[in-house]
Structure formats: structure tokens, C-alpha cells
T-cell receptor, first 114, second 115 residues
Framework: SQELEQSPQSLIVQEGKNLTINCTSSKTLYGLYWYKQKYGEGLIFLMMLQKGGEEKSHEKITAKLDEKKQQSSLHITASQPSHAGIYLCGADISRAGNNRKLIWGLGTSLAVNP | ETGVTQTPRHLVMGMTNKKSLKCEQHLGHNAMYWYKQSAKKPLELMFVYNFKEQTENNSVPSRFSPECPNSSHLFLHLHTLQPEDSALYLC??????????????FGPGTRLTVT
């Protein structure tokens, strides 16, 4: 099994609908990063969370890190075709915070139908 | 545009060829990374450089040879590759590896096909 599990693996939604993507770890997450990737291209940084209970928003995307710091969710409100892509979570499981021990999920592929 | 550029964007090479991938960051960062992204696998960290010094080599085969002449440039030299090395190679940079946690900024990647 993966160290960092993302669910669902893929998602198809109608434009305007809300959706949630989850990222779960069996280890404590000292830093949690959300990225978006268009197929075959680089990763675009969305948000970073570090503190348990932390929540950040950017435009219509909100990310939360749960109190126990072992799960994060990414919520998109009123989805648009521009939200389509692959959402990846990366986690720093090193307490030292040296960015060298990042683990990654497999990604969630999102399609938004107009 | 993330401030990290990679060339070439696509590369097809035979198993006996020698080629190099180039990465340049315009963000004033001090740490640079090479990742390999293959289908149905998580991102694999290959090499990490901090202030031009290699700090991480995650058991990468010697047919991959990194070079970091300064904090803005990173190369990946390739020779006698295998078909299973075909993948998207991503370069990233961040502020540094010390102190607080920093997000990484990624380049667009080089799609490598080994024939």
C-alpha cells in the first residue's frame, strides 16, 4: 500500500458542483502540500499546511489539515472546467523539516464537464 | 510560469546515446531537486542539491549523473539508459533545506523516451 493514500483516484463532476479530495497518511504529517498538474506537465503549487486544524483558501479551493495531522482534504466549490487536472498531495514526514523526506500520493484525476 | 524552466521538453534517445537535461530557476532559491514521474507510481525523488552540494542520492543508478554548477542551474546527464527509464523528469527548487519548511516550485518537465 502507498504511504500516502489519495482518494478518489479519479473524479468526474458536472460544472458547478462541489467536490472533495482526500489525502491520508499512517504517519504524522509535519508539512502537507497540494499541487495541481496538467497531464504531462509540471506541478503547480496550490497550498501548504503545517498546523493541525489549519485551513487555507485560494479562490474556490480550500484545503484543511485535520487536528491529528494525518489527513488533509482539498475542497473545490462550484467547480469549473479550469479546475480539471491531476491533484497531488505531498507530505513531509520528517519532524526536522528539511524537505528531504517528502512522500507523494498517486494523484486524483479530476474532469469537469461543462 | 513557475520560474523554473527545463529543456528539452521532449527527448527521444537510443540506449547507447548520451544526452543531458537542463534545469534553470529564476527564483533565487538555494535547493534544487530532480524527480522521476512514471505512470501509476508516486513521484520519485532522485537527487537533492542544497547550495550546490549534493545532499541526497536515492539509490539512483549511475547511468544518471547530476551536476549543479551553481544554485540556479541543474543538469541531469544520461548515458546507456534502459527502456524502463522512459518517464517525465521534473526539476524543482525551493528556498533551502534548513529552517522552516518551504514549498517546491516545479518546472514543466522533460518527457524522455528511451528506444
Amino acid at each position: 500500500s502507498q504511504e500516502l493514500e489519495q482518494s478518489p483516484q479519479s473524479l468526474i463532476v458536472q460544472e458547478g458542483k462541489n467536490l472533495t479530495i482526500n489525502c491520508t497518511s499512517s504517519k504524522t504529517l509535519y508539512g502537507l502540500y497540494w499541487y495541481k498538474q496538467k497531464y504531462g506537465e509540471g506541478l503547480i503549487f496550490l497550498m501548504m499546511l503545517q498546523k493541525g486544524g489549519e485551513e487555507k483558501s485560494h479562490e474556490k479551493i480550500t484545503a484543511k489539515l485535520d487536528e491529528k495531522k494525518q489527513q488533509s482534504s482539498l475542497h473545490i466549490t462550484a467547480s469549473q472546467p479550469s479546475h480539471a487536472g491531476i491533484y497531488l498531495c505531498g507530505a513531509d514526514i520528517s519532524r526536522a523539516g528539511n524537505n528531504r523526506k517528502l512522500i507523494w500520493g498517486l494523484g486524483t484525476s479530476l474532469a469537469v464537464n461543462p | 510560469e513557475t520560474g523554473v524552466t527545463q529543456t528539452p521538453r521532449h527527448l527521444v534517445m537510443g540506449m547507447t546515446n548520451k544526452k543531458s537535461l537542463k534545469c534553470e530557476q529564476h527564483l533565487g532559491h538555494n535547493a534544487m531537486y530532480w524527480y522521476k514521474q512514471s505512470a501509476k507510481k508516486p513521484l520519485e525523488l532522485m537527487f537533492v542539491y542544497n547550495f550546490k552540494e549534493q545532499t541526497e542520492n536515492n539509490s539512483v543508478p549511475s547511468r544518471f549523473s547530476p551536476e549543479c554548477p551553481n544554485s540556479s542551474h541543474l543538469f541531469l546527464h544520461l548515458h546507456t539508459l534502459q527502456p524502463e527509464d522512459s518517464a517525465l523528469y521534473l526539476c524543482a527548487s525551493s528556498q533551502s533545506l534548513a529552517g522552516r519548511r518551504w514549498e517546491q516550485y516545479f518546472g514543466p518537465g522533460t518527457r524522455l523516451t528511451v528506444t
